[in-house]
């Protein structure tokens, strides 16, 4: 018994579930952590190896990555134990069963996650009632293709550069992982004046002190290629762009790729985080002591789940560009005010801040 609730605390979870249909070799979990905002939305993560404990913390942080964004949402996730590169028509049918088994937990909206894509959205939306991160023809917002979360890293960055005295026009980015958040991000900053000097991807880092073409470069990995096939600039190493001299630095790739051993490597002034934990929070601390401002990621890359959260209100594109516009400014303000008042951790602030939204919805609850 005790075992069932070992995450408990004054949070969550409300409830995690427990799917599992033999014949199909369908075992999944849904962790529905708290809703005292709104119905909690989060990713389905198709992957063979994620524990019910990981799955819990995937679902907190996004309790306070929608409360930190204001949403009207709390936080959930589920976990389909799967290859997520199984043949598509078994895939197709344990995501129409792992929908139906979740179809009367209202209180817990799914969206895509790794392994599973707007498609699987469509089928998850056919069979439960709900999802987002649907397909455009069905009312969805293409996110990634429209570059939500870069053009709110942008806008991230245009308040974030007040504080340490850097102009945007001129300012030098480097961007790790020119994926959907990274590249977009880029476009966005250079609409703003700033001048890519290097990007990176798994073959390589692209350097070129004098500025790179972002929309070459988006082209270049539209056709398949890698940054390196470029026909100017440096090529180096896909790690050499944590030496590179620049503003602001953008990891958009991959989970605590600045640690303790390398964040002295870095020379920038900002890093807004576009990927989701990029730095262990050693590095963070480390970063702070040198006077590198970092703004943490459920602040700075909230921009694709606040475009889900008006997608699932049948709101258009333009107004989810605002909403993302007006909240990511508005927090990223929030957060270093109250960082540089506390002199406190940004990521201890925008936590406070996210803890805070929730208790106080969690008072006009009748349990809570
Ligand atoms: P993506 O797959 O579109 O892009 C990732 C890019 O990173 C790819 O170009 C890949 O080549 C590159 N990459 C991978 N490992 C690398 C490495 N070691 N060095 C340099 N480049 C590397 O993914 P994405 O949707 O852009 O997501 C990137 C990160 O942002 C992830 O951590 C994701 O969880 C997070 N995130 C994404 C969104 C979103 O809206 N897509 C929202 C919030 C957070």
């Given at each position: ?12 979870p ?45 679902a ?46 209202s209180?817990?909206i ?9 498609r ?45 005295g850097?102009?945007?026009q001129?300012?030098r ?55 390196r096939?470029?026909d ?15 503003d ?121």
């Open positions: 018994m005790e075992d069932a609730f070992r995450f408990a605390d004054e949070f969550g409300i409830r995690i579930i427990h799917i599992y249909r033999p014949s199909l070799a369908l075992k999944a979990i849904v962790v529905v952590d708290n809703i005292a905002c709104g119905a909690a939305i989060g990713g389905i993560r198709v992957a063979p190896d994620v524990s019910i404990e990981e799955c819990f913390r995937l907190r942080a996004m309790t306070w990555k929608n409360a930190a964004a204001g949403l009207p949402h709390g936080g959930g996730k589920s976990v389909i134990f799967a290859d997520p590169r199984m043949a598509a028509a078994a895939k197709e049918e344990l995501i129409r069963e792992f929908a139906n088994a979740i179809r009367d937990t209180d817990y799914p969206g895509p996650d790794m392994g599973t894509d707007e699987c959205m469509a089928w998850v939306k056919e069979e439960a009632g709900r999802a987002v991160g649907l397909p455009r023809v069905i009312g969805g917002i293409p996110l990634d293709e429209i570059g939500a979360t870069g053009f709110g890293l942008a806008a991230c960055v245009d308040v974030a550069r007040e504080f340490i850097l102009d945007l001129g300012a980015v480097a961007v790790q992982g020119f994926g959907a958040v990274g590249k977009h991000a880029a476009r966005f900053l250079a609409a703003k004046g700033a001048v890519l000097v290097a990007a990176s991807d798994t073959r390589g880092t692209l350097a070129d002190a004098s500025g790179l073409d972002v929309e070459r470069l988006i082209a270049l990995k539209q056709a398949g290629q890698s940054l096939d470029h100017k600039g440096a090529k180096l190493s896909t790690d050499a762009i944590l030496d590179i001299d620049c602001i630095w953008i990891p958009a790739a991959r989970p605590d790729v600045v640690r303790a051993d390398n964040v002295s490597r870095l020379r920038t002034r900002l890093m807004p985080q576009g990927a989701n934990i990029p730095c262990t929070l050693e590095a963070e601390r480390a970063l702070n002591a040198r006077g590198v401002l970092v703004v943490p990621d459920f602040i700075a890359n909230a921009g694709g789940v606040i475009c889900a959260a008006m997608e699932y209100r049948g709101g258009t594109q333009r107004a989810a560009f605002d909403y993302i516009d007006e909240k990511v400014r508005a927090n990223t303000r929030a957060v270093l005010q109250e960082s540089r008042r506390d002199n406190a951790l940004p990521r201890a602030a925008a936590l406070g801040l996210a803890k805070r939204r929730v208790l106080s919805a969690m008072q006009l609850r009748r349990w809570h």
